[in-house]
T-cell receptor, first 120, second 114 residues
Framework: AQKITQTQPGMFVQEKEAVTLDCTYD???????LFWYKQPSSGEMIFLIY??????QNATEGRYSLNFQKARKSANLVISASQLGDSAMYFC?????????????????FGGGTRVLVKP | NAGVTQTPKFQVLKTGQSMTLQCAQD?????MSWYRQDPGMGLRLIHY???????DQGEVPNGYNVSRSTTEDFPLRLLSAAPSQTSVYFC?????????????FGPGTRLTVT
């Protein structure tokens, strides 16, 4: 069974500084996808970034980058130049397979989340 | 595009009552799913569907039913509400044709069972 672990329940970061959110995963599959979602206080889930298990380069999307260390089974999210609007819960999630197989579906397993508070 | 919509936003039920949470998407996505989020926890999969007429159970299906008669709609039915079903419920959808197949989430329904 898949498992996602986020060991940091909460953290503070100074505005304009970078922050790293830890995520480790456990799977016996060779093919999988890793996702990060942001959940602001308003409650919606916002997709941030994706990394496939065979991707050799770390994924980047604007101020978000994913530090993927396959051998260590970690997929840490780095937010550069933090802004006040980055204050939110952040969830790491994993999907079996690189693409949704019709019979298996596009099931995600989520970690418990990390709450980030950006200080001015 | 409205994306994924959910109704109602809030609901209070008494133990034993039944209700249906509505979910609709206008992106022609094949895949739809329901998750629940309990306080301080990540999301857990309840049921999912890979297309109209096809549904299957996720991690925590007990006490819930689903059906998918159209591509657009995926309602979740609580058969006999229990306090343990107090949670925030999210519906999500994704495509099969365009990677990375990320899921788009609705705004959630906050359910309280007394």
């Amino acid at each position: 069974a898949q498992k996602i672990t986020q060991t940091q329940p909460g953290m503070f970061v100074q505005e304009k500084e970078a922050v790293t959110l830890d995520c480790t995963y456990d799977t016996s599959d060779q093919s999988y996808g890793l996702f990060w979602y942001k959940q602001p206080s308003s409650g919606e889930m916002i997709f941030l970034i994706y990394q496939g298990s065979y991707d050799e380069q770390n994924a980047t999307e604007g101020r978000y980058s994913l530090n993927f260390q396959k051998a260590r089974k970690s997929a840490n999210l780095v937010i550069s130049a933090s802004q006040l609007g980055d204050s939110a819960m952040y969830f790491c999630a994993m999907r079996e397979g690189l693409s949704p197989i019709k019979a298996a579906g596009n099931k995600l397993t989520f970690g418990g989340g990390t709450r980030v508070l950006v200080k001015p | 595009n409205a994306g994924v919509t959910q109704t109602p936003k809030f609901q209070v039920l008494k133990t034993g009552q039944s209700m249906t949470l509505q979910c609709a998407q206008d992106m022609n996505h094949e895949y739809m799913s329901w998750y629940r989020q309990d306080p301080g926890m990540g999301l857990r999969l309840i049921h999912y569907s890979v297309g109209a007429g096809i549904t299957d159970q996720g991690e925590v299906p007990n006490g819930y039913n689903v059906s998918r008669s159209t591509t657009e709609d995926f309602p979740l039915r609580l058969l006999s509400a229990a306090p343990s079903q107090t949670s925030v419920y999210f519906c999500a959808s994704s495509a099969y044709r365009v990677g990375p197949y990320e899921q788009y989430f609705g705004p959630g329904t906050r359910l309280t069972v007394t």
